[in-house]
């Protein structure tokens, strides 16, 4: 799920960079794209030793197919939002924020279930990461409205 989180994530934010005209969010949010790259490699090597390791496969394999089928190919929040809908730039950032937010708090409840201590310092790294994206995407909201007061 977690993968699958991150994918989603980063074919968001790709196709976000189209639709934005200011360079510095195209380029955050291509930065967080590649984020979300490198967090999916984490969770996919995660996955790879967890597998190797697995003691129930049958019960691997009805958690998986559960998540799979509660998070689908969308992220939470991003399950409701039409984007052909969104008509200015802190209108969008806001739905990037709440993504962020889920993927933290999606992150805090995994962690207990990580054991081992490589991998939960990682994991703690990301969260630190997704928290990060919260506040760099914060500083844009309400600069279009600020830029423009000062050019008048």
Known sequence: MAIKLENNGEAVYRRAVAKVKKPEL????????????????????????????RVNPFIAEM?????????????????????????NQDALIDVFIEFEKDSVIFYK??????????????????????NLHIRQLQNFIGREKRLKATRD
């Open 109 to 130: 409840v995994l962690e207990p279930f990580v054991e081992d201590p490589v991998a939960r310092e990682h994991l703690q790294k990301i969260i630190d990461e997704e």
């Open 26 to 53: 195209v380029s955050l949010l291509e930065w967080m794209a590649d984020e979300e790259v490198q967090h999916a490699r984490f969770f996919a090597e995660l996955k790879l030793r967890l597998e190797t390791n």
């Open 63 to 87: 958690s998986r197919e559960l998540f799979d089928d509660l998070l689908g190919n969308r992220n939470f929040s991003l399950k409701e939002v039409d984007f052909s809908a969104i008509r």
